[in-house]
Each structure stands twice: as C-alpha cells, then as structure tokens.
C-alpha cells in the first residue's frame, strides 16, 4: 500500500495480537504469547523477496517482543549475495587495519564455508504452533506505531493523531542507513527553523556515521 513501510509491518505482529487478546499493555496481568517463544516468520506468499537487511528488520524486532529467537524465510541466493557483500568489505577492513582483524578473518572463513554448502534454517515438517496469526498486507492501509515507552503498546496512525510530539529519536540496532536518508529526505521539506520537536539521530555504526 502506498505510505506503507517494512516498520508497519514490524508493528503488524504486535498490532494483531493485541486484536487477538494475545497481547496486552497493562503491566499487572501482562499476557504477552510471544515471550519465551520462537517466531518463524512465513514470507512465501509475498510477491517480492525480502533483502537480509529487510529480514534483520523484521526479525530483530522479536527482542522487542520478549522472544527467545525469530527465523525468517529467505532464499538462499538472497543470503548467498549479502554473504559475498560482507566478505569483499570485511576484507577491505582487514586491509585498512580496521578493528581486529583476526576474529574479522574468522568471520570471513565461515561465511566461505557456508557459500560452499548453502543450508538455511527451517521448520519440521510437522512442527507444532502454539499460534498462528495470518496477516493480510492488503489491510495495513495506514501506518502502525508502536507508542512510548514500550514497543508492545501498538496503535494506528489514526487513533494517535494530533497528539503532541516532544522529541524524536532516529537510532537503535534496528536502523541501517536507509533509514536516515530517507529522514533527510523529509527534512529537507521542512522549512529552516520551523520544526519545534527536539530530534535526536544516533547511527547504529561508525562506518554509517561516517557516510552521513
């Protein structure tokens, strides 16, 4: 849908337990299905292929869910190419003397073990689910925010509208730099000196810090 980004669909999950009565807000009685749990997250149906950056944006959110892991359906190809993207800038590293090049050395050893044998992660074939939640995109129509301070308390962009906005905060392990050009992008539409919130941006690498 048009307005629609990777993050809605990382609030998604939160959002449809919640609608579901399998997650809730309150601390006292907290019901929260997913703690503890494994998350296997089925994109077969989707008419795209999600990058292994999209992929670590859906599935790191599992932390914020109190989940014990998350797997995610790539194609092999897709982590085939992110591989070979690592290892070529690794060893540039290395090269540069850039952190320690040994344990960056290991890195690069067993990504070339895994290209040579190719093997992803993936259910039984008759693995049991405590729950199945099936979610339509053609539905999510508005974006879901996940609304301070915690990342369960999922609403629609709709039922928060016209609240106050104090500061903004544009970071976490969650952020590549996509994100933060794409924040710039809209900045750039606004008028110098008029924007009233408190905005703070902390990249997630030095080497992201470097490029912006």
Partial sequence: QPGITLRDLVHAIPYYAIKEGDLTVEKKGKKNIFSGRILEIDLTEMETDLTVEQAFELSDASAERSAAGCAITLSEEKVAEYLRSNITMLKWMISQGYG???????????????????????????????????????????????????????????????????????????????????????????????????????PPTRMDEHQL
């Fill in 100 to 202: 320690d090049a040994r344990t960056m050395a290991r890195r690069v050893e067993n990504m070339e073990k895994w290209l040579a044998n190719p093997s992803l992660l993936k259910a039984d074939a008759d693995a049991e689910y405590t729950k199945v939640y099936e979610i339509d995109l053609s539905e999510i129509k508005e974006p879901i925010l996940c609304c301070p301070n915690d990342p369960d308390d999922a609403k629609l962009l709709s039922d928060v509208q016209g609240d106050k906005i104090d500061e903004v905060f544009i970071g976490s392990c969650m952020t590549n730099i996509g994100h933060f050009r794409a924040a710039g992008q809209l900045l750039e539409k606004v008028p110098s000196g008029s924007l009233t919130t408190r905005l703070w941006l902390a």
